[in-house]
């Protein structure tokens, strides 16, 4: 594989690499065939694209290299601040494609393969895609990992290496299968394992208290377990700069000496399921968006990845000689909601236990360090974890924040005196029912700064979950409106319209996605206009063909592709969705004249395995599915699919094909969303309620370019105080009440009035997110579309309007927001001396 290993000096690496590691087509495909030879170990006659694809992707990770090497020393030389992105899931998406794009070597590859008779997109869809993460809030640090590397800042994600990743989802007679995702089954190329890096991490057990040898009183934490916990990097290129950052995450492994103890009493199998325990830690990625579950494991995952993560912070520290009393200089630590907010206190334990800061320093270091994204206001997201199950976990921990708590609530006094409720609304500990401790109130004391991933949503954090806390620290909180990287979700998922700005913009776009702006002076080109609906047609096609094979279900790519993918969620109303689908059924039932554009409704998404309403919506949605599809009095007219296993792969297919975005969340539960944004990116329309982005996505578009309905943020929330009746809207809505009928008759599930009885119910009888108080108004609101898409000229304008004014939405935008305003950071060039 070596034709010319590097030498020490790093002139000579950088000889080294140009032969080795050159970017030409020739070069490329030498090292394809050296790693499918050398590192693979496959006869040429043989191999399968799945082999290609390996040696594709070591030929790929060795041309990153010299320039991971390079970004990781520059950092080091330079001493300068490092943003530490702490976060539970990072939900990455295949790699090969991204990595050739960001280093330029697209085409290089695709001659390479060629060169070899094989074929690039082919390979490229052998790669299992790493799915470590359950929605928006794992794409977003994937995101922020592409933005943070292109825009050259010093950059570490940290995170879980899950086994594996959030399940594959089948669909079985309507219903949802879950399925392990073994991503790893056949190896991980883009990783470097490496064993060197590795910290023992503490669980359970008790505290003790001892004298040190200046005879001061310490506090020692003897544990009942110990788990170590190993770093596997892996390279997060910049998009057209040297810049490779690192994402390391971690993998629990036993401890030898803990097994050793076992062995030494003879209990030899005692010992090896202790193994087994701790490598559990890092087994499965919990499929639970939003909703917290408070299991032990799940704590066990968090404290595992933040203490692994700190210990190396700490580390690097020492190495470059740097005393810890400046830590805050040298790191900006971003909380990913909650979930590696244990952080606060174990950064504490650190300090003052193992570096024996005294409080007030490591306090103050703590703060300075850390900042906190809230990612949801649903209540029963915000994590809580009970008292005594934390007490036996995190034994030291709990008396740190019973401290934290005690100094904080004191200063809450003394600025509002007398004011005993408001202590404990704001105390970590909740005392209602059972005790808990409040892990959105450690995050928020702990860090100097604190913000919402939409201007609605962090108004809302200021003004109802965290009022108390802005109300006392105004100055820790801002607004950080959530972005997604034009690079994968306009480049590569959209070659067709890549190639159309390319032409017509230059490609500065890619790194400055409000240079897409001057695309408004083509909007009166008919030319344009008309090459712009080809694009889109051919994503329809190329959807369609997906769904086809997928599904079975055949979809026209004339007809208006009307899309909803996003996790299944009571708040998010794909059961609005199907409401107005089946109002248009019954309609041209009755009259099969009716003049309604065709219509295709595409729906994607993953349930929780254990949330039994979500699954009956995937289930209702595959039941009208089949009835509708089947129907030739209305299938010329209408038809629905659910793409099975929406994923970030998938994703790249649907978001250009679509001409409608669903965006129809309850006002004031969606947090922000993120695939509005990439819907708009590609030129969608946004039918929406005023929640989360969608507000700003509709500031940024123009009111005549969005579709908007519904109930505000306020209007809900008056509602739901006076007493939300949903029995109301039934009885003023004739249509409403036959379509949930309909529902409820068995219509859609061979005359089995049981199985959609429970969804039926709870939107008469309860109706927690407003269902049937939108209906009417989204119902009207899509007549509107319909009308608007009648006018293929509008509609067009509108499409490439939306496009025009997504600048906003690029995570590039995002990160230079945090960097400036809450992290502290700078840029730093990086030049890996590489031809
Ligand atoms: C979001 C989550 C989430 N908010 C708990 N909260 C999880 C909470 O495994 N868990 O325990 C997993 C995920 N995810 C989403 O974050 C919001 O709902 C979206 O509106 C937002 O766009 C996204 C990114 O900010």
Redesign the pocket.
Known sequence: MKTNTPTTSQGAAAVGATVRVGLDPAALQQGIVDHLRYSIGQLPALATPAHYYRALALAVRDRLQDRWIRTTETYFEQERKLACYLS??FLLGPHLANNLLNLGLEEAARGALAALGQDLDTIIDCEPEPGLG????GR?AACYLDSLATLAYPAVGYGIRYEFGIFAQQIRDGWQIERTDKWLHAGNPWEIAKPDICYEVNWGGHTETYADEAGLQRVRWVPFRVVKGLAYDTPIQGFGVDTCNTLRLWSAEAVESFDFQAFNTGDYFEAVEAKLRSETVTKVL?P??????GKRLRLAQQYFFVSCSLQDMLRILDLAGVPVERFAERYAVQLN?T?PSIGVAELMRLLIDERHLDWDQAWAITVAAFGYTN??LLPE?L?TWSLPLFRECLPRHLEIIFEINRRFLDQVRARFPGDEARVARMSLIGEVGDKQVRMAHLASVGSHAING?AALHTDLLENSVLADFHELWPERFSNKT?GVTPRRFLALANPGLRALLDRTLGTDWLVDLTALRRLEAHIEDPAFRSEWRAIKHANKRRLADYIATQTGVELDPNWLFDIQVKRIHEYKRQHLNLLHILTLYRRLKADPGLGIPPRAFIFGGKAAPGYFLAKRIIKLINAVAGTINADPEVNERLKVAFVPNFNVRNAELIYPAADLSEQISTAGK?????GNMKFMLNGALTIGTLD?ANVEIREQVGDENFFLFGLTADEVARLQRQGYRSADWLDSHAELRAVLDMIGSGHFASGDSEVFRPLVENLTDSDPFLVLADYAAYVACQERVASAWSDPERWTRMAILNTARCGRFSSDRAIREYADEIWGLQPVAVSAHIA
Do not use: F, R
């Open positions: 539970a899931e359950n929605g928006g809030l977003l919990y639970n968006d939003e909703p917290a579950i909601d979930h990612h949801t997201a994590e991933v959530n969606e947090a922000s969303g993120t989360g």
